[in-house]
C-alpha cells in the first residue's frame, strides 16, 4: 500500500483509509436511484435488479481487489453479485476488500411504496464479516445507552426493562420494530404483556436495526428473526453507530442446516454480538434510501434532477455522515435549493 501522497496516481492510492467510502456512496447512490423509479410498480424483481445491475456495474471501477462475501447468492443462483464474486478495479495496488451486499433491503418495501426501502453494503478489510449462510438470525438491536444490558437468552420482559431503564424511560414508552411474521406471535404477545409499544414492518429490517442505535428516531429497538445476511450488514452498521446487536443464527429447514454446515457454522446456540458478525478493524458502511425512512429520505425526482439521502460511516476513523446528494446528471445548470 503506498504511503507516499506526493507521488500518488491513479494507480497507486492508499487503501481503505483512503476514500474508498465516498466511493461506495456512490455505488448506493446509483443503484438507489434506479430501483426508486420502479417504486410502487408492483414488480419486485425487477426493482431487485435494476438495483443488482446498477451496483455491479458502478462497483467496477472501485479502486480496490473486493470479493463478494455476502451476496446475492451462490454463483449458481446469482448472475452477479454472487458470493465468490471479485468486484472492483482489481489493481496490484488495490486494497483486499471483503464486501457484503444487499442491493434492494426490501425488495417488497420498494415495490409497493412503503417506507424503509434501502440499497446498502458494508466493506471491510479481508475476514472482517462474517460469511454468514442464507439462513435466518435471532436478532436484538438497541442503541448506545442499553449497550450490553440485553441478551438474546434473556426473557422479553427483562430485556425491554434494562432497555427501559438505561434510557431512562418507562417500558410503555418504549418502541420496538418487530417483523410482521407468524414466528413472532409469541415475542409480539411478550412485548405487548410487558407494556411496550410496537412497530410491526414488513420487510427491511436492516434500516429498522440502524434507526434503532441512532437517538431521536422513534425507534427504540429490533427483535425477532431476520435474514442472516441482513444481520452482518446491520452488525457493520452497529459498530459505526456505537450500538449494541446480539445475532443468533437459525435454519428453519434442512437445507438450511446444511447451508450452516457447509460453512463450518455447528454450534447453533451461539449467539455473536456485532464485533463478531462484523470484526473487522476497518469497516465501511453505505445506505441510501429507496422510500422514506425513520432516518434516510426517499430519493426524490424533479424535473432538475435527483436527491439522495444517505449514510456513510466509517468505523476506523470515526465518522458518521449523512449525506444529503444533488445528482445534476439531467441537467448540470440546474438552480440548487438548499
Ligand atoms: C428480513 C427483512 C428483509 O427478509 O431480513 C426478512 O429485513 C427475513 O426473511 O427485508 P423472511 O421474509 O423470509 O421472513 C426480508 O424481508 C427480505 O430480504
Ligand atoms: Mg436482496
Ligand atoms: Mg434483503
Known sequence: ??????????????????????????????????CAKLMGRGDRTQADLVATESMRSTMESVRMKGC???GEGERDEAPMLYIGE?????????????IAVDPLEGTNLCATGAPGAITVLAASERGGLLHAPDCYMEKIIVGA??????HLDRP?????KAIAV?????????VIIVLDRPRHEKLIEDIRKAGARIRLISDGDVAAGIAAAV???GVHAVMGVGGAPEGVITAAAIRCLNGYMEGRLVGYTKEQEARMAGMGITDLKRIYRADELAPGKNIIFAATGVTEGPLLKAVRFFGE??????????????KVRFIDTIHLDRQPNAEIRF
Open 86 to 98: 471479485k468486484v472492483g478495479r482489481q489493481q496490484d495496488t488495490d486494497p483486499e476488500i471483503d
Open 166 to 174: 438505561a434510557m431512562k424511560r418507562d417500558v410503555e414508552d418504549l
Open 1 to 34: 500500500m503506498s504511503t507516499n501522497t506526493t507521488t500518488t496516481t491513479t494507480a497507486s492510492r492508499p487503501g481503505i483509509e483512503s476514500d474508498l467510502a465516498l466511493e461506495f456512496l456512490q455505488v448506493v447512490e446509483e443503484a438507489a436511484i434506479g
Open 305 to 318: 434532477g435527483v436527491r439522495t439521502s444517505s449514510l456513510v460511516m466509517k468505523l476506523n476513523i470515526g
Open 156 to 160: 422479553v420482559e427483562e430485556n425491554l
Open 215 to 217: 437517538r431521536g428516531t
Open 145 to 150: 445507552p442499553a449497550s450490553g444490558v440485553v
Open 68 to 70: 463478494i462475501v455476502i
